[in-house]
Every structure is written in C-alpha cells, then in structure tokens.
C-alpha cells in the first residue's frame, strides 16, 4: 500500500467540472491530491471516514474587499468558516498596494481599512505581506483603477492627463510583472466616475500582454445599465482583454425586471468576446453611504459613521425621523458612513445567478462592524438555501460556479477541481444541512454543516473551529487563456 498524508475515504466527490457525484476515496500527498479514485489502497496518518457528506474543491471567493483583512486577520474565520479556501481581492477599483495615500484614504477605498492599512508602496511589498502573514487562505490580488488614480492625481473628479495615464500604466505594468491578476474599476464611484473610457483603455494597454483580465463595478447598475455594459465591452474588445463585470444586479426599483435585458445584451456579447460575471445571493447590496442611492423607498440600512458612530445598525429612515429631517440630509451629516441597500429583486436576483455564466463572489465588507450577512454566509447561502431548499440550481452547478468556473476565469491554474496532481484545496460538508445562519440582524455567525476545510493539504477548520494551521499562499497571476 502507498503512503500518503490524509485519505479521505466514502466521500461523495462533486469534482467542480458540474459532473453528478461518484462515491470516491481521495488521498492527499503534501499539497496535492495523489489519487482519486474507489476504494483506493493507502495508508495514511489521517484517515477521514466522509460517507453520508459531499467532498468538493475549496471555493473561490472571486469578489472580495479582504486586501488588508487578510494580513490583520489571517485566521479568515468569516472565509474558512464557509468552505472558502481561495480569495480574489482589489475588486471595484479598490486595493491595498501599490497605493501612497496623502491623507485618509478616499471613498470608497476606506472600505478596506484606515489610512495606517495603507502601507505597501509596490504590489510586491503586498505579496511579501502576505507570504509574511500566511493566511488561512490562498490570496489572488487585483490592481485598482481609483487607487491607481489615488497615486498620480491632485484631485479625482476630472479625468486624467497624459502624464498621469502614463504613471498609471506604467505602476500597473510593474504590479502586472509582480503577479498581480489585472486591472479592476469601480466607475459608479465618485472617485473615478469623471474617468472617460479612453483612460481606461489606455491605462489598461498592459493587461492583453500578460495574459491578465480586466474587472468592472459598472458606471451604473440602474436605468442605465446597459450603456455601462457597453462601455464595459468596448474596454475589453479595444484592449484584448476578457472583461468580468462584479456583482451583476439591477439596482433601484425602477431597474426591477430588467434582469432578462442584461442577461441577453451579456449573452450576445459573450458570442464574440470573452465575458464573465459575479453575483452574490442576496437582494440587497452594501457600500459607503452614497447620496445618488438614497432612495425613501427602499431599507437603507446605516452600517457604520465617522461622525455619528452611535447610530449603526439603525434604519437611516429612523435616523431622519429622530433627527426630524430628510433622509438625504441625514445620510449628508453622517458622512463617511457605510450601508446596507435593499434595492435589488429577489428574482432578478435568483434569474442572474442561475445563469451558467454567473460565477458566487461575496462581495464581504470585512472592515465594517456590522457587515452584510454575505461576509459570513455568501457560499453556504447558495448550497443550503438556493440549491437545497429553492431548487433553483442543482448542487453540482452551483459548487462548478464556486470552483472550476472562477478558477479557469481567473487562470488558477491546478485550483477548482478534485482531480490528481490538482491542489488540495478541498471542502467536505452535509448537503442535508449545509446552510448560512449570518442575518441583517445578526450578520457575524458562521454558517453550519461545514465538516472540514483543507487548504493546500494542510486541515484548516473542522468541527466548526479553525485547527490553527494556516497554509494560503499568495497565487501570481498564471497567463489567463479563456475557452
């Protein structure tokens, strides 16, 4: 019989190819899998007896804001808790390096941390960062268009100079040679909506060299949403390029059913250019406290003030009534603030997400002290309620648009499957009872029905507890090659 490290025997392997699951024993060999197969002949110091559970690759976060979480707090519990063993950060224009602030870090870049997070000059002082820490979880990063724009400009509510597009370029380019996946934007951002497409084209020139991928929070995601698609396919079309638009929603009550429009202008566009995009399960979205969304017609949440820490959590409407005004002038005296919008249709939703592009990103806010559920139940969501529960999707679909999907969207390469010589980032759960617990309400509780997390081979979280052992590894950007 032949060594190995951990055997996993009776598992029923889902194995992320979107594949019905098989019975199988999987044996773990340092960081990879060494075998896969019925009833295979190892011995083993670990020997894990799965049958009644479901084994599947680690899931890929592919929309996260954890740039500096993962440094501050490398046990990622609101991650490994829910079987996530893989996390693509500097999502929405927004990262941790290379960035020089000079003062407070800009909306919405003060999602991430407070101006003493912001101290990696070069993408490569990050990667360093994060070999330093050794997160629980494997770390993907990004570059961002507003923190570029941060770095080279005096003020950012006009579009950039020639010499600023060219130290732009010229930071991405160097970040690209240091690993990094791409270029992301964030255009509905005050911060970089004065941004024209020809600097985000031009900044972008890069990217089709090195086999990178451009990201897009869109200019808008409400009524004119598919001129923002637009742009968004110009961009990736002009620079060779496969685009990946973030969060794909219609937001705002009069956008609500337009969800088959979307859908069908990302589908035509997806025939003669390489298209991805995310969604996160829920009806509602979380950011700063932007004027532009403050709608009395919806739930608007306030999940955090620098001025007014004392209302977080309230209802911003309460907010007004005790303060006896508007709700736009309440969200005005409590800037900076962040907050929770229900602004999204629960079937616009459940339609985007079963689509067989869609991919499951978060979207997690992990610096806000009353995140938005999805920090902590975004993947279990979609197993125990959407899959399970709603049928909205089968199990095996929705773990393939949780692993092998973004994995070969994103180009991390041996990740997403349970497959010989692949790494063995591995989640083992009961399909029966696999379900999020975070609430609105009460948004910090991990999910339940996790049985254990492998992460590069190493045991990282079992019995609902980290083990301690933490083995991420900062992943370079491998050339991304769609098929």
Not at 285 to 303: A, F, P, W
Not at 318 to 333: F, N, S, V
Not at 362 to 382: K, Q
């Amino acid at each position: 019989m032949l060594p190995c490290d951990t055997l996993i025997r009776n598992a029923s392997v889902l194995d992320g190819t979107g594949a019905t699951a098989e019975v199988l024993d999987v044996a773990l060999c340092g960081d990879r899998i060494c075998a896969v197969g019925p009833s295979l002949s190892f011995t083993a110091a670990s020997v894990i007896d799965a049958e009644g559970l479901t084994l599947t690759p680690g899931f890929i976060d592919v929309h996260t804001h954890d740039d500096i979480a993962v440094l501050r707090n490398p046990t990622m519990l609101p991650k490994i808790s829910q079987g996530v063993t893989t996390v693509i950060v500097g999502n929405c224009g927004i990262c941790a390096a290379p960035v020089r602030l000079q003062g407070d870090p800009p909306d919405p870049m003060n999602l991430l941390g407070a101006a003493d997070d912001f101290r990696y000059l070069t993408f490569a002082s990050y990667v360093e960062a994060v070999h330093a820490a050794q997160p629980a979880v494997n770390v993907a990063a990004l570059v961002g268009h507003t923190s570029l724009r941060n770095n080279h400009m005096d003020r950012l509510d006009r579009v950039a100079t020639d010499a600023e597009i060219a130290a732009m370029r010229a930071q991405l380019e160097e970040a690209l040679a240091q690993g990094a996946l791409g270029l992301s934007t964030g255009l509905a951002y005050a911060s970089a909506n004065a941004a024209s497409t020809a600097e985000v084209i031009a900044i972008a020139q890069p990217l089709a060299s090195a086999g990178a991928i451009y990201t897009t929070h869109l200019r808008t995601e409400t009524d004119a949403i598919l001129d923002a698609l637009d742009e968004a396919f110009t961009i990736g079309r002009t620079t060779r390029v496969p685009v990946i638009v973030s969060h794909l929603k219609c937001a705002g009550i009069a956008n609500w059913g337009r969800s088959d429009d979307v859908l069908n202008a990302l589908d035509a566009a997806r025939t003669d250019q390489p298209l991805g995009f995310d969604c996160y399960p829920y009806a509602a979205g979380s950011s700063t406290l932007d004027l532009k969304q403050v709608d009395e017609r919806i739930l608007i949440t306030v999940t955090w003030s620098k001025p007014h820490p004392e209302v977080a959590g309230q209802p911003l409407k309460a907010i007004a009534e005790a303060w006896g005004t508007t709700q736009l002038d309440a969200a005005r005296r409590l800037q900076p603030a962040g907050a929770i919008y229900h602004s999204i249709s629960q079937a616009d939703m459940e339609r985007i997400l079963a689509h067989p592009a869609t991919m499951i990103g978060s979207d997690g806010l992990p610096y806000d002290p009353r995140p938005h559920p999805r920090l902590w139940g975004t993947f279990p969501r979609v197993l125990g309620h959407l899959s399970r529960e709603q049928q909205l999707i089968p199990l095996p679909t929705a773990v393939h648009k949780m692993t092998a999907l973004p994995a070969q969207r994103f180009g991390l390469a041996r990740r997403g499957l349970v497959r010989e010589g692949c790494f063995a980032d591995l989640v083992l759960f009961d399909a029966a009872k696999i379900i999020d617990t975070a609430t609105f309400a009460d948004p910090i509780t991990p999910a339940t029905g996790i049985a254990a997390v492998w992460v590069n081979g190493t045991l990282s979280y079992q019995a609902t507890t980290p083990t301690g052992n933490r083995s991420g590894r900062f992943l370079p950007r491998q050339r991304i090659q769609w098929v």
